[in-house]
């Protein structure tokens, strides 16, 4: 039994050592520069959003090494009731939710009732998430109520849907993008796209 116990602790040791002190692994994204998004930038996409009803739009798309990620800020106003297919999924693009102002109600699935393709040249698709569909209902979802201050993490695959929104919600949006099907954006992108709308 001693030596069982003795054996079992020593290949722990060299397992828990091995990963400690492997000198073969490198970053997954050599000599990547950081990227600031200034906090009046960030304002600056939320009251295009309010004034103009922009429900969903890029600020970043970054490249980082293995993967990609974005940041995107959404504005939505009161809705009393879903609109009709407004179950969205994203195929291979993972949402986080930073909830900034306002309440509603999401409710979330993967098993999707009659799901339609996102076309191709869909903006959404071509340049926020990447392909996916728009489904009339869920199977079994999750009901979630969203406040200011809540993160809220939706995988790629699961349906979500607003249906019930009291005033507004804002919310900043952290795209998780490891297939890099969303072009990149930059400072200057971003600068572009601000100017054009607020002419």
Known sequence: MRNVVVGVVVAV?????????AQDVE????????????????ARYG????????????????????SQVQ????????????????????????EVYVVLSGS???????????????????RAVQFLN?????STDIRNPQTHELQAGDVFIIPAG???QFTKIDDHISYLMVRIDPDKVVPPMD??????YLAERTR
Do not use: K, W
């Not at 970053?27 to 960030?42: D, F, G, K, L, Y």
């Not at 400072?187 to 572009?192: F, G, I």
């Open 13 to 21: 040791a060299a397992f828990g050592l091995g990963r400690v002190t």
């Open 27 to 42: 970053p997954s994204c050599r000599m990547c520069p950081a990227t600031h998004i200034p906090a009046a930038e960030v």
């Open 47 to 66: 009251e295009l959003g309010r004034q103009r009803s922009l429900v969903d739009q890029q600020v970043r798309s970054v490249d980082i090494g293995r």
């Open 71 to 94: 940041i995107a800020m959404a504005y939505r106003g009161a809705l009393d009731e879903p609109r009709p297919r407004s179950v969205a999924s994203h195929d291979l693009v993972t």
């Open 104 to 122: 509603g109600t999401n409710r979330t699935g993967p098993d999707l009732v009659d799901p339609q393709r996102r076309p191709p040249d869909n």
């Open 130 to 134: 990447g392909p996916g569909n728009n």
């Open 158 to 160: 699961t349906g979500h």
């Open 187 to 192: 400072q200057t992108a971003s600068e572009a």
